[in-house]
C-alpha cells in the first residue's frame, strides 16, 4: 500500500505565495502522471495541474502564468508554486497520483490541504 501526503497549506493575503508538496510513500516502485486538484465549498473538485512521467505539464486556464507544477522522482515528491494568489484560489487542495508497485499502477489521493486567500 502507498500514501500521498500534502503538505505547505495556509492563510495567505491576496497577491502571495504558497508552496504544496506533495509526498508519496509506503510501497511505489515509481510515479506517473502526478496532479493536483481543488474544491472550493459548493463546488465540484477541478484538475488544476498536472504532470506526467516525461515532465509534460498542463494547467487549467485560471491558473496559467501563475502556478507552477514540477516534481522531483527521487525524493518522490510533486510540487505546485502558486504565486499571484487571488481569493477565488481558495478550497482544499488535493494531491492524485498515478504510482506503480510490481508492474501494477494504482491511483492515490492525499488528504488534502486547505488554502485561504484573504486579507
Known amino acids: 500500500q502507498a500514501q500521498l501526503a500534502e503538505s505547505g497549506g495556509g492563510l495567505v493575503q491576496p497577491g502571495g505565495s504558497l508552496r504544496l508538496s506533495c509526498a508519496a510513500s509506503?510501497?511505489?516502485?515509481?510515479?506517473?502522471?502526478m496532479g493536483w486538484y481543488r474544491q472550493a465549498p459548493g463546488k465540484q473538485r477541478e484538475l488544476v495541474a498536472r504532470i506526467t512521467s516525461g515532465g509534460t505539464t498542463n494547467y487549467v486556464d485560471s491558473v496559467k502564468g501563475r502556478f507552477t507544477i514540477s516534481r522531483d522522482n527521487a525524493k518522490k515528491t510533486a510540487y505546485l508554486q502558486m504565486n499571484s494568489l487571488k481569493p477565488e484560489d481558495t478550497a482544499v487542495y488535493y494531491c492524485?497520483?498515478?504510482?506503480?508497485?510490481?508492474?501494477?499502477?494504482?491511483?492515490?489521493w492525499g488528504q488534502g490541504t486547505q488554502v485561504t486567500v484573504s486579507s
Open positions: 492524485n497520483g498515478d504510482l506503480l508497485w510490481r508492474e501494477k499502477v494504482t491511483t492515490y
Open positions: 509506503g510501497m511505489i516502485d515509481g510515479m506517473f502522471t
